[in-house]
């Protein structure tokens, strides 16, 4: 039987990538949040509420990078160079905050106020830096020759401002549909009332960003029907139930907060998300680089994919199993003093 190495090496990735952004989601969320708790002792629930999980949750971003490395060096040549700002920002936010997230739980007062300001600028810093890595993927890399061909700072553009604004918007409602599922008293009733004013910016951000993206670039339009001459239904209807899955989303989001439920909020908001992920990865397929580099023209030899395949046979289910491992041990309610150390 004939593996098709490429294909099943942009799936991985692909998959890496979402389970990043589902998982360290909703814990930058919580970060992004910490300015809004009422006092120390919420912010310790919020912190103690991703203690066991944030660093794990971050495997996944360190197996889609270098998993892009290995198996499209092509791809990871272009991007990189194109978006080393915000690439290296994300980076040195991202230790900032894991910084703060030790020394603040040993701090005395005036340096625990520093630690939870580092803490949740870190988070913020990191989730804009991604922001603006998404808005400037999506916008399109100048290519000339299978090399990178435009300028430092092409990323820095209105549309990937608004990008990073909406994944601000994003990440804050995962980080408080979060909290009201571990939360109780107080805090549990202050993060309704944050994913709220979330879920309405997230919505009002999705749309924009999503009108602005057919409008800025017409081979994403033409994939979902609109083009210059008018809309093709015919084109469109294939597509329609990525954003139906965004609008369940919503609709559960908003259900579950009116019932008052603890984890109905929690599973509409990644359903916003993966509904808004694989809307994404339908408009480039099957471009890894957007918009003239395929993946199959990026991908390394079939030799080295299928021998890296073999170690993440071995590997990806030991990752899986330790996650789902850890999410059960520390399920439940999760109150201040339950310490991290």
């Known amino acids: 039987m004939n593996l098709d190495l490429p294909l099943i090496w942009a799936g991985l990735i692909a998959i890496s990538v979402l389970l990043y952004v589902l998982l360290d989601g909703f814990d930058l969320g919580v970060g992004i949040l910490f300015p809004f708790a009422r006092s120390p002792k919420e912010r310790d629930a919020m912190m103690n509420s991703i203690a066991p999980y944030w660093d794990g949750n971050e495997t996944w971003l360190v197996l889609g990078g270098g998993g892009l490395f290995a198996a499209f060096p092509m791809a990871y040549a272009i991007i990189g160079p194109a978006l080393y700002a915000p690439i290296m920002l ?4 991202l230790i900032l905050r894991g910084v703060a997230f030790e020394f603040r739980s040993h701090g005395r007062k005036r340096g625990k106020r520093f630690w939870t300001a580092a803490f949740a600028g870190g988070s913020l ?3 804009l830096a991604q922001g603006l890595v998404l808005g400037g ?13 435009g300028g430092a700072f092409d990323w820095l553009t209105p549309y990937s401002l ?20 571990r939360s109780e ?5 202050d993060a309704r009332r944050w994913s709220v004013f979330a879920g309405l910016a997230t919505a009002a951000l999705l749309a924009a960003v999503s009108l602005a993206t057919l409008v ?16 093709d239904s015919g084109v469109f209807l294939p597509h329609l139930p990525i954003p139906l899955l965004g609008l369940a989303g919503f609709a559960l989001l908003a259900w579950g907060l009116w019932k008052r439920s603890h984890h109905a909020p929690f599973l509409g908001s990644l359903a916003v998300f993966f509904s808004g992920y694989i809307g994404l990865a339908a408009s480039f397929f099957p471009n890894i680089v957007p918009y003239d580099v395929p993946f199959r023209t990026a991908a390394n030899e079939t030799g080295a994919l299928g021998f890296m395949l073999v170690g993440v046979a071995i590997l990806l289910p030991v990752i899986l199993g330790y996650t789902a491992w850890v999410y059960w041990i520390f399920r439940g ?8 150390h």
């Not at 309610?333 to 991290?340: E, F, I, L, N, Q």
Request: glycine share 14%; net charge positive.
């Open 185 to 189: 008293h107080q805090l549990h009733d």
């Open 333 to 340: 309610k999760v109150a201040a003093d339950a310490g991290y």
């Open 216 to 231: 800025v670039h017409p081979r994403v339009a033409k994939v979902w029907g609109f083009t210059g001459e008018g809309f």
């Open 162 to 181: 608004l990008v990073a604004v909406g994944l601000v918007a994003g990440y804050a409602l995962l980080g408080a549909t979060w909290v009201i599922w």
């Open 125 to 127: 810093a990191a989730t």
């Open 90 to 93: 994300m980076l040195l936010a």
């Open 137 to 149: 993927f999506i916008q399109g890399i100048a290519v000339r020759n299978g090399a990178f061909a």
